[in-house]
Nanobody
Framework: QVQLVESGGGLVQAGGSLRLSCAAS????????MGWYRQAPGKQRELVAS???????DYADSVKGRFTISRDIAKNTGYLQMYSLKPEDTALYYC?????????WGQGTQVTVSS
């Protein structure tokens, strides 16, 4: 059984920085991609950033240039480094891991940016 646990969320002021972590445990094979999603009240869940097995990254236009997705394979951990945070970044952030067999989700971590 695969488990994903997000951490690093919190309350920050606009312009601040935060790094989210996604720790994976269990037997994981044939990883296709890892991604970070977010969902704010009344809005659809959206893909914020993704990274493929080969290291190719993609970002939503709203975060491009401010967020960086990465992963440490040896530590079984993915990251989302967020700079220059804005109030509109406020949301529940979820880690997603996609494999050839299934896709897995964490419980989410709350990011709140005050103005």
């Amino acid at each position: 059984q695969v488990q994903l646990v997000e951490s690093g969320g919190g309350l920050v002021q606009a312009g601040g920085s935060l790094r989210l972590s996604c720790a994976a445990s269990g037997s994981i094979f044939s990883i296709s991609a890892m991604g970070w999603y977010r969902q704010a009240p009344g809005k659809q869940r959206e893909l914020v950033a993704s990274i493929t097995r080969g290291g190719n990254t993609d970002y939503a236009d709203s975060v491009k240039g401010r967020f960086t997705i990465s992963r440490d394979i040896a530590k079984n951990t993915g990251y989302l480094q967020m700079y220059s945070l804005k109030p509109e970044d406020t949301a529940l952030y979820y880690c997603n891991l996609r494999t050839s067999w299934n896709d897995y989700w964490g419980q989410g971590t709350q990011v709140t940016v005050s103005s």
